[in-house]
């Protein structure tokens, strides 16, 4: 089956230390997004890559970062500079760029910093 | 600034109703729009992707609407059933790169 496999589910950190999250996709998409989601709010994009070894920052890209170097893979990395790192994060393709098709979701990675 | 509405934040109807799920947004010129259900602790599912060129899509019992003109388009599901209880949310494409989510209406089927 195809899809999108985040891991791992729930992820427990201590402040001041950097996480990544694994993002995999066996879709053969080219674009990969990551969202982040927070009660009562719309979810608001991190970082995104529409090809390898490119990838473009999102509107809350502060704190995150990314890499592309295969293009099953997209993880993400939250940085200890991260102000407010607790949250539920998705990872997203898409087999055109440019939201010109529909978006696929993984289950998501919920962290949680304390 | 493009902003994305949707109201109510939470509807419970009876099973076996047809509803309607409405989202509204700042900006006309859209590209296109997504449909997304979410379930509890888990990731978007796509449900219909409309272009600014149609007016309607349908797939199985749900259809949406976009008039870009009034900044709106609506999502009916027809005969709702206990496993359509979810999180419905709604995505522009302004053509700025990203897509902007509503937070969506939290939907409850009651058997």
């Known amino acids: 089956d195809g899809g999108i496999t985040q891991s791992p589910k729930y992820l427990f950190r201590k402040e001041g230390q950097n996480v990544t999250l694994s993002c995999e996709q066996n879709?053969?998409?080219?674009?990969m997004y990551w969202y982040r989601q927070d009660p009562g709010q719309g979810l608001r994009l991190i970082y995104y890559?529409?090809?390898?070894?490119?990838?473009q920052k999102g509107d809350i890209a502060e704190g995150y970062s990314v890499s592309r170097e295969k293009k099953e893979s997209f993880p993400l990395t939250v940085t200890s500079a991260q102000k407010n790192p607790t949250a539920f994060y998705l990872c997203?393709?898409?087999?055109?760029?440019?939201?010109?098709?529909?978006?696929?979701f993984g289950n998501g990675t919920r962290l949680t910093v304390t | 600034k493009q902003e994305v509405t949707q109201i109510p934040a939470a509807l419970s109807v009876p099973e076996g109703e047809n509803l309607v799920l409405n989202c509204s947004f700042t900006d006309s010129a859209i590209y296109n729009l997504q449909w997304f259900r979410q379930d509890p602790g888990k990731g978007l599912t796509s449900l219909l992707l409309i272009q600014s060129s149609q007016r309607e899509q349908t797939s199985g019992r749900l259809n949406a609407s976009l008039d870009k003109s009034s900044g709106r388009s609506t999502l009916y599901i027809a005969a709702s059933q206990p496993g359509d209880s979810a999180t419905y949310l709604c995505?522009?494409?302004?053509?700025?790169?990203?897509?902007?989510f509503g937070t969506g209406t939290r939907l409850t089927i009651i058997p």
């Open positions: 890559s529409q090809i390898v070894n490119d990838f």
């Open positions: 879709l053969n998409h080219d674009a």
């Open positions: 995505a522009p494409n302004f053509g700025n790169e990203k897509l902007t």
């Open positions: 997203a393709s898409s087999i055109e760029k440019g939201y010109r098709s529909p978006l696929h």
